[in-house]
Nanobody, 131 residues
Framework: QVHLVESGGGLVQAGGSLRLSCKAS????????MGWFRQVPGKDREFVAA?????????YYAESVEDRFKISRNDYMNTMYLQMNRLEPQDTAVYYC???????????????????????WGQGTQVTVSS
């Protein structure tokens, strides 16, 4: 069982920045695809960004964030990050990190935008962007 703990959310003005962290409880974190999603009340969980395993990791972004957000991971710390810059009010949501349970899953390259790909989720962290 993998436990994921997000942190770093908060209230920020439009144009500001936040960095979210997601710490995993196990070492095999380094061998699995990870992602960030967000959700607002009444809507489905929305893909934000994903990163594959490996030293650098292949990264993927939703079109709405690709020039403002950056996903990264520090395998020594078992931690994934989401650096969010130039935040907009429409970025307001609860942000969740997720982890695939399959080591080196080749399907992750094509299924990373689907929440069903992820077997474990954190508890979520609220991000609120004021205008």
């Amino acid at each position: 069982q993998v436990h994921l703990v997000e942190s770093g959310g908060g209230l920020v003005q439009a144009g500001g920045s936040l960095r979210l962290s997601c710490k995993a409880s196990e070492r095999t974190f380094t061998e699995k695809g990870m992602g960030w999603f967000r959700q607002v009340p009444g809507k489905d969980r929305e893909f934000v960004a994903a990163i594959t395993w490996g030293g650098g990791g292949t990264t993927y972004y939703a079109e709405s964030v690709e020039d403002r957000f950056k996903i990264s991971r520090n395998d020594y710390m078992n931690t994934m990050y989401l650096q969010m810059n130039r935040l907009e009010p429409q970025d307001t949501a609860v942000y969740y990190c997720g982890a695939d349970d399959v080591i080196y899953n080749p399907q992750f390259y094509t299924t990373h935008r689907d929440p069903k790909t992820y077997d474990y989720w954190g508890q979520g962290t609220q991000v609120t962007v004021s205008s």
